[in-house]
């Protein structure tokens, strides 16, 4: 069976070097084993994602000579799929309405409280366990709602359908070495799997696609490893497959951060409006 791998860029801006880093990374692995390799664009994100920064990504991959699979899956496309998911653990009693706002979440905080790895603030529990009556009013009413995970219950689901490898997942390192790691889902507490805008999350759709597309590896960088742990326990609740996981190193800017998308100097196109390869890119990415 051929390996499956992908880069799934948001096209919330132009791609700049840590993209073409994760890009270079899952194709050069895809090439050494033979595999496959995907595009999918992660566009749920309706009010940021652009055609015009779609078309970019593919205008800036190919450029730095990587080849990718037709056609590709665009996210806003597959809506349905990612609220039969949610149904389907709604249906489990694993997730229930939140209507609550930023501001009404802020002022339940206590002092003290955690973050989750996102650095948000860990849901404080406002609209789990409403009762249905309420629940049903306001959904009367239309007011608004995301869908929560109930993390206490979702771990006792997902212990009860898989045991500890419930929250085991299999991380690649560079040099192409398997070690089994212990996910930590509870970290992100209630986490919002179901927008109030969207009907659907980056967590849903990532896995639910990568399921769909039979991704078998994983490539991204490690500001993601912590979602991994949330994916991992979606994974079991759906009943789908655990791909490996390799979450790259990440190129950060002279003052140590991590590059952003608002970063123009570092885009893809600036550097080569400035004159520069795709060799210096791969230079410049450190392969
Ligand atoms: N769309 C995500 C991003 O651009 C990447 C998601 C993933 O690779 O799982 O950061």
């Not at 992908?6 to 880093?21: D, K, Q, T, V």
């Not at 809506?79 to 694993?94: H, I, N, V, W």
């Not at 049903?136 to 771990?155: H, K």
Request: aromatic share 6%; glycine share 8%.
């Amino acid at each position: 069976m051929s390996e499956v791998f992908r880069f799934a860029p948001s096209p919330n801006g132009r791609l700049h070097l840590g993209h073409a880093l994760s890009a270079f990374t899952g194709f050069d692995m895809a090439r050494r084993v033979g595999g496959r390799f995907l595009v999918r664009i992660e566009d749920i994100d309706t009010t940021r994602s652009r055609d015009d920064l779609i078309a970019a990504i593919f205008e800036d991959l190919r450029w730095l000579g990587i080849t990718w699979e037709v056609p590709v899956l665009r996210q806003s496309e597959h809506f349905d799929d990612y609220r039969a998911a949610a149904t389907r653990l709604r249906d489990m009693g694993l997730l229930y309405p939140c209507f609550a706002t930023r501001s009404q979440i802020e002022a339940a905080l206590q002092p003290g409280h955690v973050s989750d790895p996102d650095g948000a603030p860990l849901y404080p529990g406002l609209h789990r366990g409403l009762d249905a009556r309420a629940v049903a009013d306001r959904l009367q009413w239309g007011e608004r709602y995301a869908l929560r995970i109930d993390m206490a219950r979702a771990l006792a689901a997902a212990r009860n359908m898989a045991g500890n490898a419930a929250f085991t997942f299999q991380a690649l390192d560079a040099a192409g070495r398997q070690t089994a790691v212990v996910a930590n889902p509870a970290r992100w507490g209630d986490a919002v799997i179901v927008r109030k805008e969207v009907p659907a999350s980056y967590h849903l759709a990532c896995v639910v696609d990568d399921a769909r597309q039979g991704i078998t590896h994983v490539t991204r960088g490690r500001d993601l490893l912590a979602a991994t742990d949330l994916h991992r326990l979606l994974q079991v609740l759906l009943g789908l497959p655990a791909p490996l996981y390799h979450h790259h190193r990440l190129l950060t800017d002279q003052q140590g951060r991590k590059l952003a998308k608002s970063a123009d100097d570092t885009s893809l196109a600036s550097l080569r409006a400035g004159g520069a390869t795709p060799v210096d890119i791969r230079h410049l990415v450190g392969l």
